[in-house]
Structure formats: C-alpha cells, structure tokens
C-alpha cells in the first residue's frame, strides 16, 4: 500500500492534480497496485484564508509517505515567491531532494517548433541539481530603497552537491544506455566558482570510463538545445541553468503542457510535478493541459518501482500525441482539462494491463 501526499495548489493545480488523479486510479487498478493519498491544502489561498505557509510538523508527515504529488504553487495576490518557496523550496531543501530529474522528450514530430526534428532527435533527461546555487537563498537586502542599496544572492556550489548530482547523471547515462553521454552545463567561464563542476565531472568521470563526458557553457547550450538537440542524452547542470534550461527544453517537446519533473531523493520520499506554473489565469477554465501532471504521475511510479504502470501511462500519452487525436498540449488542441484526462483514462483501458501479464 503506498502512501501519496497530494498538494494541489494554486490556479490550475488543483484541476490538473484530479486529473492525474484519475489517471492513477485506473492505472493502480489495471496494474494492481494499491495506495491511499493524503490531502494537503497548502498553497496560496490557504495563505490568505489561515495566515499559514507550511508548518515545521508537515515535514515529518511528509516523510511518512511515499511519494508526494503536487499541481502548481503561485498567486499574483501574494508576495512574489513567498509561498512558492515555503511550499516548493520547503520540500526540496527540508527532504534534502537533490535530484530534479526532467525528461526532454518528443513523442510526434508535429509537436516540435523545430523544423525537420525527429521524435529520436529529442529524447534526453536534464539532472538539475535541486538544492544549492542561488536558490539557498543566502544574501540579503541592505539600505533598500536608497541609492546605495545593495542586493546581493549568492551561488553556493558544495563538493558534496555536485558529486551527488553528477554521479546520478552517470549512473543514469549508464541505465539508459542511449548514446552513453553525460554533458555538463555550466559558465565555469566568467563564474569561476563552478569549476567546482568541471573538476567533480572529471573526477567522477573516471569511475565511468564507458561513458562520455561533454561540457558546454549555458549561452551554448541553449543555442545546441534548439538546434542539435540530438546531441543531448543526459544533461547535469546546476540549480537555476537547469531551471531555465527546461523551460526551453519544455518548447522543444511540445509545450509547458507535457514537462514534468522529479524532485528526488533516491530511497527516501520524493515529490513529483509538472514544471508549468499554476497559470492563475487559467485557474477554473478547464482549459489547461492535465499530461504535465499525468507525466509527473507516470514519473512518481516509476520511481515507486511500478515500471508496468509507468510504462503503461507514458504509452497511452504517446498514443494521443503520435496518432494526432490530442494534437497540442495547451488550449488549442480543442479539448478540455477533463476531456484531455478522459482521453487518456480510455486509452489506458484499451490497452488493458492485466494482473497476469506483471
Ligand atoms: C520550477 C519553478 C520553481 C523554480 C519556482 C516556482 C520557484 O520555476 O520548479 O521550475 O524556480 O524552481
Ligand atoms: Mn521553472
């Protein structure tokens, strides 16, 4: 019986969030697992109803999970960033998640805003390393709103930071045994703090003699990522590259519609969700894409170990997508947040997984 804490958030989480929901129900039911999901209402109304972020003793219920879900975080109303950092960087940094795993990949070319690419040329995982760089949040604001202000974030990079983040990406290269490459995305040029990264890529590097090691500058990187994207596999960089980086790489795959991330800690609760933002504009149109969301599902149970299911979910997406009935993941594929989820329980259902066939 696995244990799911769900969070749906704000804007178009909570849509979202059902469902993804949905599509774990009928997965867990033609897989034949079982699990029970635990609500939680953190996000920005619940802010501004109860005055409440996210209280100390969460945490430990969290870690009584197995896995934790969550839609989207962010409301126009609050202090910007406020409450995305309590309930996101809550969970990243207080669960030591260091791993934020995002998939690039092309399930029909007609998808692409890229001319001539192939669903085979974009097909690489991004390590974004989830719990240092300037988002640790030390520096500050000093004589603001004189002229001699002063703001200052600073990039903090741990030896222990990047090994672990650049070891998961070998060993990730090595499971995936596509083009057997990890490239490493920095600007070790005019920030020479991250040559922490290129010396831990090297030396890391030795243990996995198979697998190449590639390295290019984030300027490039984002130039490569639209225009050789086949020269990805599995990408490691550091906590704010990768955040832009998958955006972009987001577009590559068809839109803030489809990516979906993997907050990780191996062996010890993780959280899953969609890398798009709760798009408060959206909020209650039932207009938004649920396959982020139902990615990120497809994400957390394969984390979980259930591969069937897992395997399972991606099919049925890919099925929409290849096949042209769900032909884009925004508003203009003609269907609705409810339709897109129904589309897809139906297709999981065709495709029927039984008990005996695990
Ligand atoms: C993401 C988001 C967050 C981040 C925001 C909401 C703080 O953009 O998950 O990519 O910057 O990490
Ligand atoms: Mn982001």
Redesign the pocket.
């Known amino acids: 019986m696995y244990k799911i804490a769900v969070i749906g958030g704000d804007g178009i989480g909570p849509e979202v969030t059902r469902e993804a929901m949905k599509v774990l129900q009928v997965t867990s039911e033609l897989c034949g697992f079982k699990y029970e999901t635990t609500d939680y209402p953190f996000g920005s109304e619940h802010y501004l109803k109860t005055g409440e972020l996210v209280p100390e003793s969460v945490y430990t219920e969290y870690r009584e999970h197995d896995a934790i879900f969550l839609g989207a975080?962010?409301d126009p109303r609050c202090e910007v960033?406020l409450v995305?950092?309590a309930v996101?960087?809550g969970i990243?940094f207080k669960l030591d998640l260091y791993i934020?795993l995002r998939p690039i990949k092309l399930y029909s070319e007609a998808l692409c805003p890229i001319k001539d690419k192939k669903c085979e040329d974009v097909d690489m995982v991004v390590v974004r390393e989830n719990t240092e760089d300037v988002?640790t949040g030390l520096g500050g604001i000093m004589k603001q709103g004189t002229p001699d202000e002063v703001a200052v974030a600073n990039m903090v990079f741990t030896r222990k930071g990047c090994e672990r983040a650049v070891r998961y990406a070998f060993e990730l290269a090595k499971a995936r045994n596509k083009d057997n490459k990890v490239t490493l995305i920095d600007k070790a040029n005019a920030i020479r703090a991250q040559d922490i990264w290129t010396r831990t890529l090297e030396e890391v590097g030795a243990e996995y003699p198979d697998i190449e090691k590639d390295h290019a500058y984030i300027d490039a990187a984002c130039m490569w990522l639209v225009k050789n994207p086949e020269w990805f596999d599995v990408v490691v960089t550091t906590?704010?590259f990768g955040?832009i980086f998958?955006?972009l790489g987001a577009m590559v795959q068809g839109g803030m519609g489809i990516a979906a991330?993997g907050n990780i800690h191996p062996g010890q609760v993780s959280m899953f969700?969609p890398?798009h933002?709760s798009a408060p504009k959206y909020k209650d149109k039932n207009v938004a894409s649920p396959i982020a969301a139902i990615m990120a599902v497809q994400m957390l149970l394969e984390f979980l170990g259930e591969d069937k299911g897992a395997t399972h979910i991606e099919g049925a997406v890919a099925t929409l997508l290849k096949s042209g009935r769900l032909p884009s993941l925004d508003a203009r594929s003609g269907f609705s947040t409810t339709q897109v989820g129904g589309m897809v329980v139906e297709e999981l259902k065709k495709n029927k997984v039984s008990k005996t066939s695990l």
């Open positions: 975080i962010g960033g995305e950092r996101i960087g990243r934020n988002y906590n704010i955040d998958t955006d991330s969700e890398i933002g």
